[in-house]
């Protein structure tokens, strides 16, 4: 199959691409290079730039070179931008992921997978997330990955295109130096930026009824996660019809002082982490539940937290080497 990867120029879209190179797919990139960098994509795979708003190039794409499933990873993606411009986060996610979808369907592609979030799940109340906690998303970028799996299982229905929607839990770690994430949204980068401006790293927010006080996340190695996008791919392509929603986790809660403790280990610095105010949108605690995907498609995380963190602290210091 031919698999169109939006956002395949980014951080998770990058090594998404790889997989399913080695898994023996074709790939081709979709990516408007806000965040992505061109540099990533591997020679030999054909970079297309532009926007998912743009349905008569997304068409035009598909067409021209006989896609045949889409990987669709294209998003805004911060919590805390998502409340002051919520407008922004529908129209990019959105409407964005509707007018992809109309050019998909126009097309007869047959398989869709959509890049979801355990943002959907809001503050939920239980130890560990299954895909039928009740959804509660606190902040518009959650909203939109909600509506976008209600809008992906709609399409699906009314057309017979094969779905699946992947929710994501804290994607750390690395394939390759090359490939880490060189954006500073997420923990992990956040506090090596601080660590090598020899700055304390920052926790927001320690009150939260957790153990330690701090928010409690569920991560999961980039690589693993790229490989549990293999594993729906040929689901999808085995099983026309196929609607699926699947929480991609390790179910093990570490807490944000937990991390920082084992990333200032793990680099070898000594600074102790200073407790800023807490940011809107962040739930307490969020870990998954990983039994569903594992039946399903027999699909199971192999790396560690201190595997993600040696992996993207090399990643770290391969993009800022003066630093």
Not at 300 to 303: D, I, N, P, V
């Given at each position: 199959m031919t698999w169109l990867i939006t956002g395949g120029a980014g951080y998770i879209g990058a090594h998404v691409v790889r997989a399913l190179l080695d898994a023996g797919e074709e790939a081709v990139v979709y990516d408007d290079l806000s965040t992505g960098i061109a540099e990533r994509v591997p020679e030999g795979v054909p970079l297309e730039i532009g926007s998912t708003l743009d349905g008569e190039r997304l068409a035009r794409v598909i067409r021209g070179h006989g896609v045949t499933g889409v990987v669709h990873l294209a998003a805004k993606k911060?919590?805390?931008?998502?409340?002051?411009?919520?407008?922004?986060?529908?129209?990019?996610?959105?409407?964005?992921?509707?007018?992809?979808?109309?050019?998909?369907?126009?097309?007869?592609?047959?398989?869709?997978?959509?890049?979801?979030?355990?943002?959907?799940?809001?503050?939920?109340?239980?130890?560990?997330?299954?895909?039928?906690?009740?959804?509660?998303?606190?902040?518009?970028?959650?909203e939109t990955k909600l509506v976008g799996e209600w809008l992906v299982r709609a399409t699906g229905r009314a057309t017979g295109l094969s779905t699946a929607s992947l929710r994501y839990f804290n994607v750390a770690g690395a394939a390759a130096p090359a490939l880490a994430d060189t954006g500073v949204f997420n923990l992990v980068p956040m506090v090596f930026e601080k660590l090598t401006e020899a700055a304390p790293p920052r926790i927001f927010g320690a009150d939260y009824p957790t153990p330690d006080g701090t928010c409690v996340r569920d991560y999961i190695h980039v690589v693993d996660l790229a490989e549990a996008h293999v594993a729906t791919a040929r689901r999808l392509r085995e099983a026309p019809g196929t609607d699926l929603t699947l929480n991609i986790g390790r179910g093990e809660g570490v807490s944000v002082r937990e991390m920082i403790d084992r990333i200032t280990a793990h680099t070898g610095h000594s600074l102790s982490p200073v407790v800023v105010d807490r940011r809107p949108g962040d739930p307490a605690r969020v870990v998954a539940s990983a039994d569903r995907i594992a039946t399903e498609l027999g699909w199971?995380?192999?790396?560690g937290v201190d595997e993600m963190i040696a992996s993207a602290w090399e990643g770290w210091t391969h993009h800022h080497p003066a630093r």
């Open positions: 911060q919590v805390g931008e998502s409340v002051e411009r919520p407008l922004h986060y529908y129209r990019e996610n959105v409407e964005g992921l509707r007018t992809l979808l109309g050019a998909v369907t126009d097309a007869g592609v047959p398989s869709f997978v959509f890049s979801s979030s355990a943002a959907v799940y809001g503050m939920p109340d239980v130890d560990l997330v299954t895909e039928d906690t009740p959804c509660a998303p606190m902040s518009p970028y959650g199971k995380a192999r790396h």
